[in-house]
């Protein structure tokens, strides 16, 4: 075989280079791209599940009962993307997409849900990733607002650079 050829059945087979990239961006569940340094930090459900987990139970209005919910802080993910402070629309896999104000980021709330009941939960189940609040615990997040912010089937978040 020609080296030419070899090289095109090499890369064909995946043998080449580019394979780990491949590898890794097929874990990825999440993407934080940050406008302001130009950054794009890419998340696994491992990388996620390495951050420090929060977890509360709470009725929603998507589910028919009291749930468990945990992962990590949206303000977490924020960190480990080294993202300062700034306004983020968040996308959906479909085509919802919400403008996230900064002042609904507090340190321990909203999470990035990776887990309900302790289970990983499928794209039917509005999973792997659900922006959650605490609903229960405070009537500021029985609001509209915090309903509309509450965005299922997460895979990127913008952080805006206001
Ligand atoms: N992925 C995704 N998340 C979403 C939405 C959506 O269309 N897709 N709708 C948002 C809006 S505008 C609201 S008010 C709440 C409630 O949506 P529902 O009434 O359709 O359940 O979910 C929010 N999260
Ligand atoms: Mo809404």
Redesign the pocket.
């Known amino acids: 075989m020609q080296r030419r050829d070899f090289l095109i059945a090499s890369v064909a087979a995946g043998l080449i280079g580019s394979q780990p990239v491949l590898a890794q961006s097929s874990d990825t569940i999440l993407t934080v791209n940050d406008t302001a340094r130009g950054t794009s930090t890419h998340f696994s459900d491992a990388d996620l599940l390495a951050l420090t987990q929060q977890n509360f139970a709470t009725e929603t ?2 589910t028919d009962a009291v749930r468990t919910f945990s992962g990590p802080s949206l303000q977490a993910v924020l960190d480990a993307a080294g993202a300062n402070p700034a306004p983020l629309r968040i996308f ?3 085509d ?1 997409s ?1 403008e996230f104000p900064v002042e609904k980021i507090a340190q321990d709330t909203p999470i990035l849900a990776n887990r309900i009941d302790g289970e990983r939960f499928s794209v039917r189940q ?1 999973g792997p990733l659900w922006v959650i609040f605490p609903f229960d615990q405070n009537t500021e997040f029985q609001s ?1 607002e915090v ?2 912010l ?4 997460v895979e990127r978040i913008d952080v805006l650079n206001d």
């Open positions: 209005i998507w959906a896999i479909n919802y919400v509005k509209e309903f509309a509450s965005v299922w089937q």
